[in-house]
């Protein structure tokens, strides 16, 4: 309806997005109707992708009680900078929470357990 052309909106979007290639990524087109130019813009991934991208697995387990995988505290750190841009300490807990709800453990203990020892 707006007269774009589909398959260069998607080839931008491909190019804006390979380097989360297998991830859920948000992204943005916004079109002008008048010149029929578009704009793509690429959100961050959730902080779930980019759990499972570090441990190289599909989905997270289905409840906290199934455990899928484990974290370093160097790795929750490089999620967190990616994610938030930096990798000081509220960033840091955030990721861990996520890895609460999604059956990870983080120096192989229980998150909320890691947590209280961080304090």
Request: net charge negative.
């Given at each position: 309806p707006l007269g774009?052309?589909?398959g260069q909106v998607v080839a931008v979007i491909n190019e804006k997005t390979k380097e989360f290639e297998g991830m859920t990524v948000p992204v943005t087109v916004t079109v002008d109707p008048k010149t029929k130019e578009f704009t793509v813009e690429v959100g961050k991934p959730p902080t779930s992708q980019l759990i499972l991208k570090e441990l190289g697995i599909q989905k997270g387990g289905q409840d906290q009680k199934e455990k899928v995988g484990n974290l370093s505290l160097e790795q929750v750190k490089k999620i967190a900078k990616a994610k938030f841009?930096?990798?000081?300490?509220?960033?840091?807990?955030?990721?861990?929470?996520?890895?609460?709800?999604?059956?990870?453990?983080?120096?192989?203990?229980?998150?909320?357990?890691?947590?209280?020892?961080?304090?």
């Open positions: 774009v052309n589909i841009g930096s990798d000081e300490e509220r960033f840091v807990r955030q990721v861990i929470g996520t890895c609460q709800s999604m059956g990870v453990t983080v120096e192989g203990k229980e998150p909320k357990e890691f947590l209280k020892e961080m304090r």
